[in-house]
């Protein structure tokens, strides 16, 4: 083995393997990311099928019972159905965490990979980094979803249990992980200024200038980063109009229902009519939550839909399919993404159908992150087994697939 | 590689990271008490209501309704000071695309910044002081994260143009 090649298998010499070797920090970045996101948005889906609905109407039934229990002067049954709520919402709350925080991790994981190049550590320490954010990204959600199940079992705490304990602890692994990378980063751009300046002067330029993720202009590159870019200002629009009209004019009426669930049965002269009063409020209460939980999703969605298609534009070199069939999937993640956040504000219009078509919506963006993570595996699959040689010579496998390939 | 790529991809890293630190704060010290202190209060409400005693059902309510509007504030400051942070870093990798001259896209570096921060900052200021101040702070760095990613995707088109 002659010291070229000797070179290339330890990651340095090809610029492609070079920046995307086997268990490289990048490619554990890359692959790790884009699972947390799949995993995360399918937990979300599921979730949102099987588990709200029941759940919002558990709620509902809990809140009704507990005003009739008002009405009928029965402190202890007024208890035993907000133990019913709490248990419900700290359900329905740990799920919800738990499927934000693994989809985030995911973007902060890709986000990381593709600053990679700039972050002055060795690959050795890179790596260890990565591993740490990966490590820490699936104990949190893990952690999380455990609270409501654990609850405070053996806690040496008062109000923590131990799934907590764990998920803050994954919390911490994720925090020193990203100021591992920011001091790389640092320590990088503090190193910088001589590399440029040997690019002026002739010298080999820096490996950054050469990253193939951040010079990509193919088509795809470009409408998810147009895409992407579109759909986080139409999520920043519409968070600043529901902040405006919406958010305190909720929060007001919020409490105001709860009080006339209460004082409409002991200030009204007939107890019947009070109780009616009362359980008109428990429905208006109902809508208010539906309303707002809509509203916050359409908004949260459709910025992190136009988050994830930025941060795949990035990835679209490492994606190993046929050209058409990279299009048709770029094309079904920016529908999902509008489809989504659309169909789940007109659910209260439009119900359930609304609701399956928001439920697809998240599906094809799930398919689309799928298909592109089965390309990047093809991608490193194609890197790893081809011979030094046809690397060194630069036939590696390049943005696009042979014909007849997989889609 | 230029100052203003150099600012967004460390300051929103800086900011994902104080979001995060915010978080890890919150989930410790903060909020398991909230929560137990809204259903708490709520629960005492109706309780207090079903015992007859309608000044002391009021009283939870009111405190009830403090607390959740607090405990909403704080959750949104760790969410959008994580998310914008990973905003600046996506778009600190790309900035060079946008088609405006250095200093322009310096300005607007510096714009989406300061509303990254200011905006989120706005909010949990929120949480100690319900005055204006605090939603003037909110407005003033949403507006101008709006703007800014309005130039930027301006830039965007024109540089393709």
Same mark, same amino acid.
């Given at each position: 083995?002659?010291?070229?090649?000797?070179?290339?298998?330890?990651?340095?010499?090809?610029?492609?393997?070079?920046?995307?070797?086997?268990?490289?920090?990048?490619?554990?970045?890359?692959?790790?990311?884009?699972?947390?996101?799949?995993?995360?948005?399918?937990?979300?889906?599921?979730?949102?099928?099987?588990?709200?609905?029941?759940?919002?109407?558990?709620?509902?039934?809990?809140?009704?019972?507990?005003?009739?229990?008002?009405?009928?002067?029965?402190?202890?049954?007024?208890?035993?159905?907000?133990?019913?709520?709490?248990?419900?919402?700290?359900?329905?709350?740990?799920?919800?965490?738990?499927?934000?925080?693994?989809?985030?991790?995911?973007?902060?994981?890709?986000?990381?990979?593709?600053?990679?190049?700039?972050?002055?550590?060795?690959?050795?320490?890179?790596?260890?980094?990565?591993?740490?954010?990966?490590?820490?990204?699936?104990?949190?959600?893990?952690?999380?979803?455990?609270?409501?199940?654990?609850?405070?079992?053996?806690?040496?705490?008062?109000?923590?249990?131990?799934?907590?304990?764990?998920?803050?602890?994954?919390?911490?692994?994720?925090?020193?992980?990203?100021?591992?990378?920011?001091?790389?980063?640092?320590?990088?751009?503090?190193?910088?200024?001589?590399?440029?300046?040997?690019?002026?002067?002739?010298?080999?330029?820096?490996?950054?200038?050469?990253?193939?993720?951040?010079?990509?202009?193919?088509?795809?590159?470009?409408?998810?980063?147009?895409?992407?870019?579109?759909?986080?200002?139409?999520?920043?629009?519409?968070?600043?109009?529901?902040?405006?009209?919406?958010?305190?004019?909720?929060?007001?009426?919020?409490?105001?229902?709860?009080?006339?669930?209460?004082?409409?049965?002991?200030?009204?002269?007939?107890?019947?009519?009070?109780?009616?009063?009362?359980?008109?409020?428990?429905?208006?209460?109902?809508?208010?939550?539906?309303?707002?939980?809509?509203?916050?999703?359409?908004?949260?969605?459709?910025?992190?839909?136009?988050?994830?298609?930025?941060?795949?534009?990035?990835?679209?070199?490492?994606?190993?399919?046929?050209?058409?069939?990279?299009?048709?999937?770029?094309?079904?993640?920016?529908?999902?993404?509008?489809?989504?956040?659309?169909?789940?504000?007109?659910?209260?219009?439009?119900?359930?159908?609304?609701?399956?078509?928001?439920?697809?919506?998240?599906?094809?963006?799930?398919?689309?992150?799928?298909?592109?993570?089965?390309?990047?595996?093809?991608?490193?699959?194609?890197?790893?087994?081809?011979?030094?040689?046809?690397?060194?010579?630069?036939?590696?496998?390049?943005?696009?697939?042979?014909?007849?390939?997989?889609? | 590689?230029?100052?203003?790529?150099?600012?967004?991809?460390?300051?929103?890293?800086?900011?994902?990271?104080?979001?995060?630190?915010?978080?890890?704060?919150?989930?410790?010290?903060?909020?398991?008490?909230?929560?137990?202190?809204?259903?708490?209060?709520?629960?005492?409400?109706?309780?207090?209501?079903?015992?007859?005693?309608?000044?002391?059902?009021?009283?939870?309510?009111?405190?009830?309704?403090?607390?959740?509007?607090?405990?909403?504030?704080?959750?949104?400051?760790?969410?959008?000071?994580?998310?914008?942070?990973?905003?600046?870093?996506?778009? /600190?990798?790309?900035?060079?695309?946008? /088609?405006?001259?250095?200093?322009?896209?310096?300005?607007?570096?510096?714009?989406?910044?300061? /509303?990254?921060?200011?905006?989120?900052?706005?909010?949990?200021?929120?949480?100690?002081?319900?005055?204006?101040?605090?939603?003037?702070?909110?407005?003033?760095?949403?507006?101008?994260?709006?703007?800014?990613?309005?130039?930027?995707?301006?830039?965007?088109?024109?540089?393709?143009?």
């Amino acid at each position: 083995m002659d010291t070229a090649q000797a070179t290339f298998l330890a990651g340095e010499a090809h610029p492609v393997k070079g920046g995307f070797a086997a268990y490289s920090a990048r490619r554990i970045l890359v692959v790790g990311g884009i699972t947390l996101i799949i995993v995360g948005m399918l937990f979300g889906d599921i979730f949102a099928v099987f588990i709200l609905h029941p759940n919002a109407n558990g709620i509902g039934q809990a809140l009704l019972a507990a005003t009739r229990a008002v009405a009928a002067g029965d402190s202890t049954a007024v208890g035993r159905n907000f133990q019913m709520i709490g248990n419900a919402l700290e359900n329905r709350g740990t799920k919800v965490d738990a499927h934000l925080h693994m989809v985030d991790f995911g973007y902060l994981a890709l986000l990381l990979a593709i600053v990679m190049p700039y972050v002055a550590w060795s690959e050795r320490a890179k790596k260890r980094l990565a591993v740490l954010l990966i490590i820490g990204a699936v104990v949190l959600p893990v952690g999380v979803l455990a609270i409501h199940y654990v609850g405070l079992a053996s806690s040496p705490l008062e109000s923590i249990g131990w799934a907590s304990i764990i998920a803050d602890a994954g919390g911490l692994l994720v925090i020193l992980s990203c100021v591992g990378f920011l001091a790389g980063l640092w320590r990088g751009w503090n190193r910088a200024a001589p590399v440029a300046t040997g690019q002026d002067s002739g010298a080999p330029a820096s490996p950054v200038a050469h990253d193939a993720l951040l010079a990509d202009r193919s088509w795809c590159c470009r409408v998810l980063l147009a895409g992407g870019t579109l759909l986080i200002l139409a999520g920043f629009a519409h968070g600043a109009w529901y902040a405006a009209r919406d958010l305190y004019k909720q929060e007001e009426l919020d409490v105001n229902l709860l009080s006339r669930m209460t004082t409409s049965i002991l200030e009204n002269a007939s107890p019947q009519a009070g109780l009616q009063t009362a359980e008109l409020a428990v429905g208006d209460y109902g809508n208010l939550q539906a309303d707002h939980a809509v509203k916050i999703a359409a908004h949260s969605h459709i910025i992190e839909f136009g988050l994830v298609a930025m941060l795949v534009a990035f990835f679209q070199p490492y994606v190993f399919l046929q050209e058409r069939w990279k299009r048709r999937w770029v094309v079904a993640l920016l529908m999902g993404g509008v489809m989504l956040p659309v169909f789940v504000l007109l659910e209260l219009r439009w119900g359930l159908l609304a609701a399956a078509i928001a439920d697809f919506g998240g599906f094809l963006v799930v398919v689309a992150l799928a298909a592109m993570l089965t390309g990047v595996l093809r991608y490193t699959g194609r890197l790893d087994g081809a011979p030094p040689s046809s690397l060194l010579q630069g036939t590696a496998p390049q943005e696009s697939a042979p014909k007849g390939s997989a889609r | 590689m230029t100052g203003a790529r150099k600012m967004l991809i460390l300051g929103g890293l800086a900011l994902a990271i104080l979001g995060m630190s915010y978080g890890l704060y919150f989930a410790l010290f903060v909020e398991h008490q909230t929560l137990d202190g809204i259903g708490g209060a709520l629960a005492t409400s109706f309780i207090r209501a079903a015992e007859r005693n309608l000044p002391e059902s009021q009283a939870a309510l009111d405190r009830y309704g403090e607390i959740k509007y607090v405990y909403t504030r704080q959750i949104d400051v760790h969410g959008h000071w994580i998310g914008l942070g990973m905003l600046l870093i996506v778009l /600190g990798a790309v900035f060079e695309r946008v /088609g405006f001259a250095d200093r322009i896209k310096f300005v607007l570096a510096l714009a989406l910044l300061i /509303g990254a921060v200011t905006f989120p900052l706005g909010v949990f200021l929120q949480t100690l002081d319900h005055g204006s101040l605090p939603r003037a702070v909110a407005i003033f760095g949403s507006g101008l994260l709006i703007a800014g990613l309005s130039a930027v995707a301006f830039g965007f088109a024109r540089r393709t143009s």
